[in-house]
């Protein structure tokens, strides 16, 4: 089965706070790997076009992690754009795992 995920973005004073909830909905034990030491990855699109992205200029350990995710249970991975301009965007969200594509999408405004 399938991860469910879903984004918010909020903005504060200086800045967009972002949180990635991913849940298992199936009766059974989900484990996952992460590609590195990236668990989640946010990219703030402007018409279509990537303006920023999280990962950007940052190292992350280049060691396979494992996460089980139990019957029901969701985690939420944060992320923060700082000093945003004003405007129309859409964040993508992702779940940066090797088994399957998680991906959530939303609109926002500063």
Same mark, same amino acid.
């Given at each position: 089965?399938? *991860?469910?995920?879903?984004?918010?973005?909020?903005?504060?004073?200086?800045?967009?706070?972002?949180?990635?909830?991913?849940?298992?909905? =199936?009766? =059974?034990?989900?484990?996952?790997?992460?590609?590195? $030491? *990236?668990?989640?990855?946010?990219?703030? *699109?402007? +018409? +279509?076009?990537?303006?920023?992205?999280?990962?950007?200029?940052?190292?992350?350990?280049?060691?396979?992690?494992?996460?089980?995710? +139990?019957?029901?249970?969701?985690?939420?991975?944060?992320?923060?754009?700082? =000093?945003?301009?004003? $405007?129309?965007?859409?964040?993508?969200?992702?779940?940066?795992?090797?088994?399957?594509?998680?991906?959530?999408?939303? +609109?926002?405004?500063?």
């Amino acid at each position: 089965m399938t *991860l469910e995920s879903e984004v918010t973005a909020t903005p504060t004073g200086g800045a967009v706070e972002f949180e990635l909830t991913v849940r298992n909905p =199936d009766a =059974d034990s989900r484990n996952v790997t992460f590609r590195s $030491g *990236l668990n989640a990855d946010f990219a703030v *699109l402007e +018409d +279509d076009a990537e303006i920023w992205r999280a990962s950007d200029g940052k190292m992350f350990t280049q060691a396979l992690q494992s996460e089980s995710f +139990d019957p029901d249970a969701e985690r939420t991975y944060p992320g923060e754009w700082p =000093d945003p301009r004003p $405007g129309q965007y859409t964040v993508v969200a992702t779940l940066e795992i090797m088994d399957e594509d998680v991906e959530a999408r939303t +609109d926002f405004s500063v």
